[in-house]
């Protein structure tokens, strides 16, 4: 079993749409967790932190599930500009990072 | 952004040749990662460093070596190229073990 696990998609979601995607890890002992967002053939840059308590981002909003083991991402309102690959990471207090696989998401006119 | 370089940043290669990207960072952070990347993989852990001279193994680790001989250069070996380790490979830096990851602009390399 995969210590991160992403629902790989695709979405395909019009303009305007609400999306949420979910993150499932297997080792409980993960400190703190993370969404970034890939463009094709570019690196992955930081979207948000994951906290217990959620948090929100103008129209993102993360949230962290510790006794089930999971986080997600909620997109509201989507823009053309969301359409991008998004990856959760989990890290471990030995300071190692994994990430998920990547959901891509296409928003269409 | 942290000054993350990595280099060569394309490289085409023969099977059975050994190879050295190089990822050079100017922001002093401790931690540094080689991830690779696949279509329907994401992005894997070779190696990662928490400090100088101090590395250990991620999940697809075989047929990889990494050194650091300090702060700033963490370097990914492939001994003998195979076809399968044709990939986009990433760097990536960390201040701690919680904070969030910066990355290099990824290496494309090819082996033939």
């Known amino acids: 079993r995969k210590e991160v696990e992403q629902d790989p998609g695709p979405f395909n979601v019009p303009e305007g749409a609400t999306v949420a995607f979910n993150c499932t890890y297997s080792?409980?002992?993960?400190?703190?967790f993370f969404w970034y967002r890939q463009d094709c053939r570019k690196e992955p840059k930081l979207l948000m932190s994951?906290?217990?308590s959620g948090n929100e981002d103008g129209r993102f909003t993360a949230q962290l599930n510790r006794a089930s083991q999971y986080i997600s991402l909620l997109i509201r309102d989507s823009k053309l500009s969301d359409s991008a690959t998004y990856l959760c990471?989990?890290?471990?207090?030995?300071?190692?990072?994994?990430f998920g696989d990547g959901t891509t998401l296409t928003v269409k006119p | 952004d942290a000054g993350i370089t990595q280099s060569p940043r394309h490289k085409v290669t023969e099977t059975g040749t050994p190879v050295t990207l190089r990822c050079h960072q100017t922001?002093?952070?401790?931690?540094m990662y080689w991830y690779r990347q696949d279509p329907g993989h994401g992005l894997r852990l070779i190696h990662y460093?928490?400090?100088?001279?101090?590395?250990d193994k991620g999940e697809v680790s075989d047929g990889y070596s990494v050194s650091r001989s300090k702060t700033e250069d963490f370097l990914l070996t492939l001994e003998s190229a195979t076809s399968s380790q044709t990939s986009v490979y990433f760097c990536?830096?960390?201040?701690?073990?919680?904070?969030?990851?910066?990355f290099g602009q990824g290496t494309r390399l090819t082996v033939v």
């Open positions: 922001e002093n952070h401790r931690y």
């Open positions: 990471v989990v890290n471990t207090n030995a300071g190692k990072s994994t």
């Open positions: 994951v906290y217990s």
């Open positions: 080792n409980s002992a993960s400190q703190s």
């Open positions: 990536a830096t960390k201040t701690g073990t919680n904070t969030e990851a910066f």
């Open positions: 460093s928490y400090g100088v001279k101090d590395t």
